[in-house]
Structures are given as C-alpha cells and as structure tokens.
C-alpha cells in the first residue's frame, strides 16, 4: 500500500519562505519518480519540481526556477519542497505524486497541503 502525506503547508506574506514535506511508505520500485504539483480552482495541475532520478535531473516549472528547490532524505523516504521568495500567484494546494519512474511520476498522490501567499 502506497502512501504519501504532505505537511509543511500554511500560511505566508509574499517574500517568505516555507518547507513542504512528503513522507511516502510502500514504494518499493528500484526506480521511481516523485515530484511536486499544485492546483487553483479553474486551472489545470501544475508541475512545480520533480526529483532527479539517477538518470535525469531536477526539473522545476518555470514559474518556480530559482524559488523553489526539491531535495530528498532517502533513508527517511521524504522529499520536501524548498520555496523561497514566495509570491501571491504561488497559492495553491500543493500535492506529492510518485510513479515507478519512465515518465510515470503521478501514479499515486497525496491528499495535498494548502499554501496561502498574501500580498
């Protein structure tokens, strides 16, 4: 049973930081792919940061390059989401994915944390 849990959500003035945190338990693929998405209402799921995977490197939307990091502490199976300078447009609920890698990186998702930028 896979499972992921975000934290770290919250809210925050535009130009502050927050950590967002994925616990995931029961990925036991040799490869995966896990990564960072965030959703408004009326607007279609957006990529923010996948992790690199041995094979390719971090990827990051261009909304976020150089504001936002995705690092991982594997032997706690924990990604988290460094953002930095954070921007009202930056509200969302952020979501953690996980796929077994090849381009499969939203197989199973987490149930989100909001983030809330005010101006």
């Known amino acids: 049973q896979v499972q992921l849990v975000e934290s770290g959500g919250g809210s925050v003035q535009a130009g502050g930081s927050l950590r967002l945190s994925c616990v995931a338990s029961?990925?036991?693929?040799?490869?995966?792919?896990m990564a960072w998405f965030r959703q408004t209402p009326g607007k279609e799921r957006e990529m923010v940061a996948t992790?690199?995977?041995?094979?390719?490197?971090?990827k990051y939307g261009d909304s976020v390059k150089g504001r936002f990091t995705i690092a991982q502490d594997n032997s706690r199976n924990t990604v988290y989401l460094h953002m930095n300078d954070l921007k009202p447009e930056d509200t969302a609920m952020y979501y953690c994915?996980?796929?077994?890698?090849?381009?499969?990186?939203?197989?199973?998702w987490g149930q989100g944390t909001q983030v809330t930028v005010s101006s």
């Open positions: 994915a996980a796929g077994p890698g090849g381009g499969s990186c939203s197989a199973y």
């Open positions: 992790a690199p995977d041995g094979e390719s490197r971090a």
């Open positions: 029961g990925l036991f693929w040799n490869r995966r792919c």
